[in-house]
């Protein structure tokens, strides 16, 4: 198994940037792809981007590409979202998740508790 502790979220103003990091404790991270997922008030929760095991090929929804940068550190154990020019529709609750397949759907095994990003205007 292994657990995911999301950190980095606040308030930021449109335009901003922040840094979501996912540290993973338990079995080596390298083990696993990873994503980032959100959910915002009243939606369901939708894929934002992921990463394979060696960090060499990445996968971004249309509405964040060119804007979000998924990446890893495996010796940390640590999985970073760069967000630049955020919009007010960013705003949601942001997951990391782990699984042995990439994907782009919710079927990941293991899943952070989230943390909040608002983007006010």
């Known amino acids: 198994q292994v657990q995911l502790v999301e950190s980095g979220g606040g308030l930021q103003q449109a335009g901003g940037s922040l840094r979501l990091s996912c540290a993973a404790s338990?079995?080596?991270?390298?083990?696993?792809?990873m994503a980032w997922f959100r959910q915002a008030p009243g939606k369901e929760r939708e894929f934002v981007a992921a990463i394979s095991r060696s960090g060499g090929n990445t996968y971004y929804a249309d509405s964040v590409k060119g804007r979000f940068t998924i990446a890893r550190d495996n010796p940390k154990n640590t999985l970073y979202l760069q967000m630049n020019s955020l919009k007010p529709e960013d705003t949601a609750v942001y997951y990391c998740a782990a699984d042995s397949l990439l994907r782009m759907s919710l079927d990941y095994d293991y899943w952070g508790q989230g943390t909040q990003v608002t983007v006010s205007s």
């Open positions: 338990g079995r080596t991270a390298s083990n696993y792809a």
